[in-house]
Structures are given as structure tokens and as C-alpha cells.
């Protein structure tokens, strides 16, 4: 993977792998995050990696997470989500590259059937845009973009108290 290793794979959810105490609420999904187009250098985009997403819901807002930490917000409407994530920072070389992530996807919360075809429940991309770049290799406009598919896991509810006691 080269150069793109180097990026991607920093870039890449890297610092969003933390867990929490206990078991968090939301729709967990087994993703695969593939690439598919790379603007931004001459590597191929033939970056792979698995992950556990959480999905939280809350009328038409949404928040993705892997683990406990939330990486993008957004909406949903009926089965098609869209999401973008803060302005992440990292380096590269000892030089600062900005991005941020902007998804779409059909998704089948729950296990469901309907909004995803083909053996799937999630189905989506996510485009890093690199907002910009200290970097000579890596200019700022350029995109990674990922496919992402996946199988809903689980649900997880939050606890709650029997009537009259305190959680």
C-alpha cells in the first residue's frame, strides 16, 4: 500500500478504536471499509479493514461510533443515512494533514430487510476530503474514497430501572 498506508492507515479511524465499560446502546453493524478511488496519491486504493460500528438513532439524528467514540453525526431518513464527521488532524512526515469524513448510506437497522440488496445490511461510501495539507505528497482537496458494506450484529438497549428505583 505504500504511501497510502501511511495515510490511510492513520487517518483511517485510527485513533477511534477505544472501549468503554460495559455495553453501549445502539444497532451494531460488522463493516468492511474498502477502497475505491484515491485522488490523492499515486498508490492504488487497495486499503481493507474490518470494524464494529454503533449506530445510535434518535428521531432523524444520528451518531456513529466505533465504540465509545462517536466519529460522525447526521440524519437519517427512512433507510438512507447521511453523516460527516468533525475535522481530524494528523501527521504525516511532521507535517499536519487536515480531513473529514462525509458518508452515505442505505442501511437495514435491526436486521431487517428491504432498504439493502444483495446478502447485505449496510451499503455505503465515505469520502475523506482532505481539507488541507502541510504535506508536498498529499494535496489539499483530494479524496480517499471508501466502500463500506456490512451485516447488522446486534441491538443493545439501555438498561433501564424497574419502576420506583433510581438507575
Not at 445490511?121 to 505528497?137: A, L, M, Q, R
Request: charged share 20%.
Amino acid at each position: 500500500m505504500g504511501g497510502r498506508s501511511n495515510v490511510l492507515g492513520s487517518l483511517i479511524f485510527g485513533g477511534l478504536a477505544a472501549c468503554g465499560p460495559g455495553t453501549l446502546p445502539g444497532h451494531y453493524f460488522d463493516v468492511t471499509v474498502s477502497g475505491a478511488q484515491n485522488s490523492c496519491t499515486a498508490d492504488p486504493a487497495d486499503y481493507s479493514e474490518g470494524y464494529e460500528y454503533r449506530l445510535e438513532l434518535a428521531g432523524n439524528d444520528l451518531a456513529l461510533a466505533i465504540g465509545d467514540a462517536v466519529f460522525a453525526t447526521g440524519t437519517v431518513e427512512g433507510c438512507a443515512l447521511s453523516y460527516t464527521s468533525l475535522v481530524w488532524s494528523d501527521y504525516r512526515d511532521d507535517k499536519q494533514i487536515r480531513w473529514q469524513i462525509a458518508g452515505e448510506a442505505r442501511v437495514d437497522v435491526s436486521g431487517g430487510d428491504g432498504c439493502v440488496n444483495g446478502g447485505t445490511d449496510w451499503e455505503g461510501t465515505e469520502t475523506f476530503v482532505v481539507v488541507d495539507s502541510e504535506h508536498p505528497d498529499v494535496a489539499a482537496g483530494c479524496t480517499y474514497v471508501l466502500d463500506v458494506t456490512g451485516q447488522w450484529l446486534k441491538d443493545e438497549k439501555i438498561d433501564e430501572a424497574p419502576a420506583g428505583t433510581t438507575p
